[in-house]
Nanobody
C-alpha cells in the first residue's frame, strides 16, 4: 500500500488549506485512514481519522479536540482518498502532516495502529 499526501503550503493566520491523501495498492475493503502531525521537537499527534466498513455501510470519523471546531474530514471511497479541510488556521497548526492507513475499520488515535504511512506534507501558518 502506498499513500500520497498533498495540499500543504504556507498560509496566513485565519486562512484555509485542504489536504488530500490517496491510497493505492492492495487495501482491504474496510479500513480507516488518519491524519497525524508533527511539529519540530514535539511528538507526532493524532489530528483526525475516518473509516469505512463495506459490510455494515458504516462510516466513523474522529477529530482531535484541538481542531474539531475548525477542521473537517471526509472520504471518497471510490477513490480510496481522504480529505482534511482546515479552516481558521493558527500558528500552532504548523507541522508536517502525515496520512496513515489502518487495516481496521475502527478509527484509532494511536500511531502504532497504523501500518502504512505517507511521506508527509508541510503546513506552515504565518502570523
Amino acid at each position: 500500500v502506498q499513500l500520497q499526501a498533498s495540499g500543504g503550503g504556507l498560509v496566513q493566520v485565519g486562512g484555509s488549506l485542504r489536504l488530500s491523501c490517496t491510497a493505492s495498492g492492495r487495501t482491504s475493503s474496510s479500513y480507516s485512514m488518519g491524519w497525524f502531525r508533527q511539529a519540530p521537537g514535539k511528538e507526532r499527534e493524532f489530528v483526525g481519522g475516518i473509516s469505512w466498513n463495506v459490510y455494515t455501510q458504516h462510516s466513523e470519523s474522529r477529530l482531535a479536540d484541538s481542531v474539531k471546531a475548525r477542521f473537517t474530514i471526509s472520504r471518497d471511497n471510490a477513490k480510496n482518498s481522504m480529505l482534511l479541510q482546515m479552516n481558521s488556521l493558527k500558528p500552532g497548526d504548523t507541522a508536517l502532516y502525515y496520512c496513515a492507513l489502518n487495516l481496521s475499520p475502527l478509527v484509532s488515535t494511536m500511531r502504532d495502529r497504523y501500518r502504512y504511512w505517507g511521506q508527509g506534507t508541510q503546513v506552515t501558518v504565518s502570523s
